[in-house]
């Protein structure tokens, strides 16, 4: 794979997750399978990617003031724990089944968005 698409494809993510909050795996995650990662390697190089993209984000939302720490910090506490079961939970997941899985969690969250007030 091409260096300068990933550090496009990157940019993008960090776009995307910095402005929505969404998480870069949304935009990531899709790329990578459709580049033909199997869904375990898209999703661990995913996180990778959101990590940095996370830290560069928390110091841009830090310095305007834009976090709750408290409820950031427990809402990560319990995300370690959840990350743990949930990254053992793929791997019993063929990539057909994880593909159809993630596709409805995204017309799901769009629904939602779509029809909030």
Do not use: C
């Not at 506490?77 to 793929?90: E, M, S, V, Y």
């Amino acid at each position: 794979m091409n260096p300068w698409v990933l550090l496009a494809l990157g940019l993008a993510a960090g776009i995307a997750a910095s402005f929505s909050g969404l998480g870069g795996g949304f935009v990531v995650v899709p790329l990578l399978v459709l580049l033909g990662f199997t869904p375990q390697r898209a999703v661990g190089t995913s996180f990778l990617a959101i990590l940095i993209i996370s830290l560069s984000a928390l110091l841009a939302h830090g310095r305007m003031e834009n976090i709750d720490y408290r409820t950031g910090a427990l809402l990560g506490f319990g995300g370690l724990i959840g990350a743990q079961i949930g990254a053992r939970f793929l791997e019993h997941f063929s990539g057909p089944a994880f593909n159809k899985i993630f596709a409805v969690v995204l017309v799901g969250v769009a629904i939602r968005m779509f029809f909030q007030k």
